[in-house]
């Protein structure tokens, strides 16, 4: 089993719409939790952190639930420019932070 | 701008040489990260290092792969004796508290 595991998609969906995106992980020590957006031939950017309450940041909300181990990504009214790829980021108890293979939305006019 | 700067940006290499790559990340990253990432794929985790101290290397790199961060500043991933499969781009982040800052990569094509 991968320790971060991801929904490759791809998600194509009209400008407007509303999309989600779940993750799960498999080491229940797990601490800190990121969503990084990723553009064709670019470097992975951090979009947001995730915390435990849950939080957001304009159109996109992240959840967290340790006990499922699942994290999810929600974007609103989504726009041409959301189109990417999208990693779900664990940081596993001791530092090593790791990759979900990503999940490519297109969002289309 | 991340503050993680790579060089170079591009490599192209014939089998079996060897290849070495740097990455300077600030000064506040205590941490430092090599990824290897092929298209479709998200990013492999390879090794870390927390100031110069190399914390873990990846069961999946090979003997090949050597990696240093000499007084805990810049990073440097060598790989000797390439092969096709290598190919692929390297990238280096640097983290400060929890959040991790990517530089631009660097390309590697072995022919």
């Known amino acids: 089993r991968k320790e971060v595991e991801q929904d490759p998609g791809p998600f194509n969906v009209p400008e407007g719409a509303t999309v989600a995106f779940n993750c799960t992980y498999s080491n229940s020590a797990s601490q800190s939790f990121f969503w990084y957006r990723q553009d064709c031939r670019k470097e992975p950017k951090l979009l947001m952190s995730v915390y435990s309450s849950g939080n957001e940041d304009g159109r996109f909300t992240a959840q967290l639930n340790r006990a499922s181990q699942y994290i999810s990504l929600l974007i609103r009214d989504s726009k041409l420019s959301d189109s990417a790829t999208y990693l779900c980021v664990v940081n596993l108890q001791g530092g090593k932070l790791i990759f979900g293979q990503g999940t490519e939305l297109s969002v289309k006019p | 701008d991340t503050g993680v700067s790579q060089d170079p940006r591009h490599k192209i290499t014939k089998r079996g040489q060897n290849v070495t790559f740097r990455c300077d990340p600030i000064?506040?990253?205590?941490?430092l990260y090599w990824y290897r990432q092929t298209l479709g794929q998200g990013p492999e985790f390879l090794t870390y290092?927390?100031?110069?101290?190399?914390?873990?290397k990846s069961r999946l790199l090979s003997d090949r792969f050597s990696a240093e961060r000499p007084k805990g500043s810049f990073s440097t991933l060598e790989i000797q004796r390439t092969e096709q499969g290598d190919s692929a781009m390297y990238l280096c982040a640097g983290q400060v508290n929890t959040e991790a800052f990517f530089g631009q990569g660097t390309r590697l094509t072995v022919v």
């Open positions: 000064s506040e990253h205590n941490r």
């Open positions: 290092f927390q100031n110069e101290a190399q914390l873990e």
